[in-house]
Each structure stands twice: as structure tokens, then as C-alpha cells.
């Protein structure tokens, strides 16, 4: 592949970088050779359609300058194609780029990408919908579906705790069959999570176990009734102990199939999705991903590939 490079702005991300660092970013590129086009996404998946015909065109890095969201859209457009995905930190939380070690500065982030490696990473599938981190059903969906966009424009990460904090008073845990790999499990769920990584919203590890590489995905379900499981379970892992709990229930599986009475809500990367499929699974090595040259992420296992 050619030294080419696609960068995909989202214009109304939380965290957009100035015009002056912009600017930085395509000095950066230009000064290493690369030749680069600019788009700006136009509207939701739009992300997707420009990663896909960038990765039709054979270019070999897409970089997105945008939150958690817009990166899931390209890896969509990038699934299973030979064009790297690398993130220029600008949402409300970038999970995607604190697990791979990327800086949060957009032209030192741009310098990671440039100078990076590259490693195939699975990515989630639920339905048709790829995602990078994770998949949430129950209160994590509900959440994501409630909360304004308009706050989260203004307030970032505090519209999600706003809206948490309202959805957690009034949401009650559902009837929930899960099979995992043959597993057959019944419960009340409150929220399961099939994670990809180990992070979520930032601040606490929910998947502790997750690997990126390892061709499966960590279940992560939590079981009880209202607003005083939904506590309990919130302090535990602030403490790191919900593995240890009888109410928490953690698998690593390739394939996870859902029976309910009434589907759950579904966020994938913090993204509210208008249908719950009943099936996730893993796409294992489906993506290109670009690493920071000298880092080990403790989401990758195994050497890098140039």
C-alpha cells in the first residue's frame, strides 16, 4: 500500500481539536510523506461509507478524529479490508485510544499513528452492527438511549451520569436467557455487557479479562431487581470485586444468543442502537488496527505485525 491516508472529522465531536491543532495534525502528515484527504462526516454513518470507500480505493490509514461512535462507524466501513483504523482523540470519553495508548493531544496522537504498528484486533457484531468496545443491554442501553445529545454536546461525560443517575431509579431488572458457547444460564438481568475491552465509560474496568486479539468476547452480566442491586453492583466495581459476587455472572465466549420476553435496550460503544438483535458474537482478527510504536496495551496479547 501507498504512504495515503484518510482523516474522518466528526465537526460536532465533544472534544474537536481548534483549527490551529488541526492544522498540526496535517503538517504532521505531510512533513512524514503521507498524502492525505480530509472529510467531514455529514451525518450518523456517514463515517462508515467514507472508511469503506477509502479501504475500496486501497488507502492505507484512516484516521478519525472523533469520539467512540464515529470510530465504530469506520471500523464498520474497515471489516475485514487491508486499510488501519487509528483514532485522533476528540469525543466525550475515547475508550478506543486509552486502551491502545494513543496520546489525547491530536497531533502527538497523529505522530503515534503515523510512526505506529499495525495488528489485527476482533471486533464484536450484533446483527449487522460491528462494534470496537462493547455491547451493553438492559440499564447501559437504556442510558444511552435517554440521554440528550444536546447535553451531551455540552456536558460530555456528565450527561451520561445525569442520565444514569435518572434511568437507575426506575429501571427494573428483566426475565433473561443466555446461552454462551452451549452455556444455558436463566436470570433477572439488570445489565449484561459483552465486552471487547476492558473499560467502561472511562473510570472503571468491567471485563478485566478482555482481550482485543484472544477471538472472543467477555459476558459480563448483572443480575438483580432495582434500584438497590443496581448500587450494589455500581460499588463493587468501584472496588474491583464483582467478579466475586453470586449476582454477577462472567463468561468468555464466541457466541452469545439472548431469549427474552421484550427485547433490552442495546448501546454498542455508547451508541443507542433502534433494534436488540438476539445474537452477538466475535469477528476474530476482522480489523487493522494501529498500535503507538513501543507500547504494550494490556488489551493485546502476542507480537505486533508491521
Known amino acids: ?39 467531514e462526516t455529514e451525518w450518523p454513518g456517514h463515517a462508515r461509507h467514507l472508511a469503506a470507500a477509502a479501504a475500496e480505493r486501497a488507502v492505507s490509514l484512516v484516521l478519525v478524529c472523533g469520539g467512540d461512535g464515529t470510530l ?27 486502551e491502545m495508548g494513543f496520546p489525547l493531544r491530536a497531533e502527538a496522537a497523529a505522530r503515534a499513528a503515523l510512526e505506529g504498528e499495525r495488528r489485527r484486533v476482533d471486533l464484536g457484531r450484533a446483527g449487522d452492527e460491528h462494534f470496537l468496545l462493547m455491547a451493553g443491554f438492559g440499564l447501559d442501553g437504556q442510558i444511552a438511549r435517554t440521554v440528550s445529545l444536546r447535553l451531551k454536546r455540552r456536558l460530555g461525560a456528565a ?21 454462551a458457547d452451549g452455556e444455558l444460564v436463566e436470570a433477572r438481568a439488570l445489565m449484561l455487557v459483552a465486552a471487547n475491552v476492558r473499560n467502561y465509560a472511562g ?17 459480563c452480566l448483572f443480575q438483580g431487581e432495582g434500584l438497590a442491586g443496581t448500587v450494589l453492583h455500581v460499588l463493587r466495581v468501584l472496588l474491583r470485586r464483582h467478579l466475586r459476587s453470586s449476582r ?5 465466549a464466541r457466541r452469545l ?17 433502534v433494534k436488540s438483535p438476539p445474537v452477538v458474537e466475535v469477528c476474530p482478527a476482522a480489523l487493522w488496527a494501529v498500535v503507538p510504536r513501543g507500547r504494550r496495551p494490556r488489551v493485546l496479547t502476542g507480537p505486533l505485525a508491521r
Do not use: F, K
Open 1 to 39: 500500500m501507498e504512504r495515503n491516508a484518510l482523516v474522518i472529522v466528526n465537526p460536532v465531536a465533544h472534544n474537536l481539536p481548534s483549527r490551529r491543532r488541526l492544522e498540526e495534525v496535517r503538517e504532521t502528515l505531510e512533513a512524514g510523506g503521507w498524502q492525505t484527504e480530509w472529510r
Open 72 to 98: 465504530r462507524e469506520a471500523a464498520c466501513g474497515l471489516a475485514g479490508t487491508e486499510t488501519a483504523l487509528a483514532p485522533i482523540p476528540a469525543g466525550t470519553v475515547n475508550i478506543w485510544a486509552r
Open 203 to 219: 473510570l472503571v474496568d468491567v471485563a478485566p479479562l478482555a482481550l482485543v486479539d484472544d477471538g472472543r468476547l467477555d459476558l
Open 248 to 252: 454477577v455472572l462472567y463468561r468468555q
Open 257 to 273: 444468543r439472548l431469549e427474552w420476553e421484550q427485547p433490552l435496550p442495546l448501546q454498542l460503544d455508547g451508541d443507542a442502537m
Open 159 to 179: 450527561a451520561y451520569a445525569l442520565a444514569a443517575i435518572r434511568e437507575a431509579l426506575r429501571w427494573r431488572g428483566r426475565p433473561l436467557r443466555v446461552e
